[in-house]
């Protein structure tokens, strides 16, 4: 694969490019200027106020995806009703993703801000991981939460790969630290121009009190001149329905929290 790079910067799309991939001491690829996540302390404060009611962040794929105007819809069929939306489940943290449209088993581990407010992704070495941003909703808890995933690497697709093909109505499953798998189904994908990205429309829960999440990887084309992509891949999924029994811990209905 000829470019690589992710926009882990809100709306940037931007990342190091070819020669900063790295698993080692180095921690990875750092995400600089335009091409953080949260793009500076002003964006952390920004990010974790939007949390409050349910937020996410941004990413982008490479490969061609249709675009029109600042947002294209892909994979929209016509019109089909959807199922309805479950309760939100208590707090519990996500595992693992499973999305079999998308060719997507994978474990998720909790991705915090740095120093300078920027998100950290997972490393270059853990390339088939997702991170979830733990500032924000577990998935299944009410409001919007936020996975992102890298698109390729120099060598390889990486574990977000196929994202951007996802279809309205499929389906992810996260599994939980609480013994419960819960089950999503997509409702929108969308690419978004990265200079129109608009973080209260896409960071925010569309329907209040309703367990959401966002999916979220590099889009549009990779500029070989900029190095970075020129979108975001954004899924948006909701709860509706849930599969096994939450672990209690040893005590709890005597009120010993052990």
Do not use: Q
Not at 102 to 124: C, E, I, M, Q, T
Not at 187 to 195: I, Q, R
């Amino acid at each position: 694969m000829d470019g690589y790079g992710y926009g882990y910067g809100l709306g940037s799309g931007r990342d190091g490019g070819p020669g900063d991939e790295d698993g080692g001491g180095g921690g990875g690829r750092r995400f600089r200027g335009a091409g953080r996540l949260a793009m500076g302390v002003a964006w952390a404060v920004l990010l974790l106020g939007l949390w409050m009611w349910g937020r996410d962040t941004t990413e982008g794929t490479g490969g061609s995806v249709p675009m029109t105007g600042d947002v294209a819809a892909v994979g929209r069929p016509p019109a089909h009703p959807l199922p309805p939306a479950h309760a939100p489940l208590p707090s519990a943290r996500p595992k693992s993703v499973e999305i079999a449209a998308a060719r997507v088993r994978a474990p998720v581990v909790a991705s915090g801000l740095d120093s300078s407010g920027a998100l950290k992704p997972p490393p270059y070495n853990r390339a088939g991981t997702v991170g979830w941003y733990r500032a924000g909703p577990e998935p299944g808890s009410a409001g919007a939460a936020l996975l992102v995933g890298h698109f390729d690497t120099r060598s390889k697709p990486a574990v977000f790969h196929g994202l951007g093909n996802l279809k309205r109505g499929e389906t992810v499953r996260i599994a939980r630290t609480d013994g419960t798998t819960a089950e999503f189904t997509v409702e929108n994908v969308e690419v978004v121009a990265t200079e129109r990205f608009n973080a209260r429309r896409v960071y925010g829960a569309s329907t209040r009190g309703r367990a959401e999440l966002r999916l979220i990887t590099c889009g549009g084309r990779f500029d070989k001149a900029t190095r970075s992509y020129t979108a975001n891949v954004v899924v948006s999924a909701y709860l509706t329905g849930t599969t096994g029994r939450p672990h209690h811990p040893v005590g709890a209905a005597g009120g010993d929290s052990g």
